[in-house]
């Protein structure tokens, strides 16, 4: 739904809106973990992508990643932006740190 919503509108060239993944709640020998204890997720999902940006006298320069791509966050920055009560994150292309398989 969000990757429609900022289809239509006007995503900067050099962006990429994401969704941060689920904070793990629950250990692997299935101890419920505080919420304290759960620090920052770092791992995210590139919802939408802009279209690249342009360097004096050179061609478009295009995003490094594409929708769908798990990636790796800096903890701090981006800005927060809210669509149908979900949260996503707008970030630069610079950002990202590096992508991941599951």
Known sequence: MAGQVFRKSLLLP???????????????????????????????????VGSGMKKKGEEIQPVTVKVGDKVLLPEYGGTKAVLDDKDYFLFRDGDVLGTYVD
């Open 14 to 48: 050099d962006r990429v809106l994401v969704e941060r993944s689920v904070a793990v709640t629950v250990a692997k020998g299935g101890i419920m973990l505080p919420e304290k204890s759960q620090g920052k997720v770092l791992q995210t999902t590139i919802v939408v």
